[in-house]
């Protein structure tokens, strides 16, 4: 009798837990910490934020008399369900595999299966669909959830630089500078606020850098040739190049105002691969995700944002 191989693999609740974190926590944005993330959302999270006016403190007496004004802020993040399906023929990527398996590939750390294999890829492309969303997402359009660029352009309370333009390296000191101008004094000096830019911004910010070594004032008089990667700071506030931001984007806010919410310990979270040879007699096999996810801040006159 001929070997028949099987390679249907699922896994549900905790089980899908490590394919899931995979596609969702090791985007730009979340693996280097940029934003807070709650990963065992059931239903919904509410994000609160307290603020008390100057008037809380007084002189002593021996009385008790209530002073001041505490304010409660509340947002709340409900992370949106959403699936992956996918049809692949088995003998292409089996090959593909083989072929890493043996080490006849780039790959330094080759998967211990075959469903690591095929899971790692998929986990890939919902990363880089999930950093897009984060901060670009639209709930209208399919496979996306609302990001933080989109709810900031509906949210009066948001602080909006008024003078926008394409950002390059002639203008975006400038342009830097009309963000930090914005930035509320209570936030200003904190240790978790960050500028959110895009990648053409960094590189703008980098090639003006280099620029003022021509005057022997630039980063080490080192020209273009400064930059390695470097922590990047602009007027004293900590520079995160979002790989999810499109084009002359920019947000300022703190850390602990941003959140991403997700269930990945939730029953309904599954990730399966299945070998259909068993069932229709095909050489596919199908990859099926259910997950959730979505994002929220907290207080949005705590937001400056810059939108070309």
């Not at 897009?132 to 630089?161: H, K, M």
């Not at 309904?268 to 596919?284: C, E, F, P, R, Y």
Request: charged share 15%.
């Amino acid at each position: 009798m001929a070997t028949t191989t099987n390679i249907t693999s699922s896994y549900a609740g905790e089980a899908a837990a490590g394919f899931l974190a995979a596609a969702l926590l090791e985007g730009n944005t979340i693996a280097k910490g940029g934003i807070e993330v709650l990963q065992n959302i059931k239903y919904k999270e509410v994000m609160q934020k307290l603020a008390t006016d100057a008037n809380v403190i007084k002189n002593g007496t021996c009385d008790f008399t209530p002073t001041g004004q505490v304010d409660i802020t509340e947002r709340i993040l409900i992370p949106e369900e959403f699936q992956v399906n996918l049809e692949f023929c088995t003998q292409k990527w089996l090959d593909s595999w083989e072929a890493i398996s043996m080490g006849y590939s780039a790959y330094n750390n080759p998967p211990k299966d075959f469903t690591a294999y095929i899971m790692g890829h998929v986990a890939k492309m919902v990363s880089a669909s999930t950093e897009t969303n984060i901060w670009e997402g639209v709930n209208s359009t399919e496979g996306q959830f609302d990001g933080f660029v989109p709810l900031a352009l509906a949210d009066s309370s948001v602080l909006d630089v008024a003078s926008h333009a394409a950002v390059t390296s002639a203008n975006v000191v400038e342009k830097l500078g009309d963000i930090v101008d914005l930035i509320p004094s209570t936030l200003y000096g904190k240790d978790d606020l960050h500028i959110y830019i895009s990648q053409n911004i960094a590189r703008a910010y980098v090639r003006a850098l280099g620029g003022f070594a021509a005057t022997n004032s630039g980063v080490d008089a080192k020209s273009h040739m400064w930059y390695g990667d470097q922590a990047l700071t602009f007027d004293g506030v900590k520079l995160f190049v979002a790989n999810g931001l499109n084009d002359d984007t920019a947000m300022a806010t703190q850390k602990s105002n941003l959140f991403f919410g997700c269930g990945l310990l939730n029953d309904q979270n599954s990730a399966k691969l299945i070998d259909m040879s068993q069932t229709t007699g095909s050489q596919n096999f199908r990859v099926i995700m259910r997950y959730t996810a979505g994002i929220q801040y907290a207080i949005g006159s705590e937001i400056v944002l810059y939108h070309a």
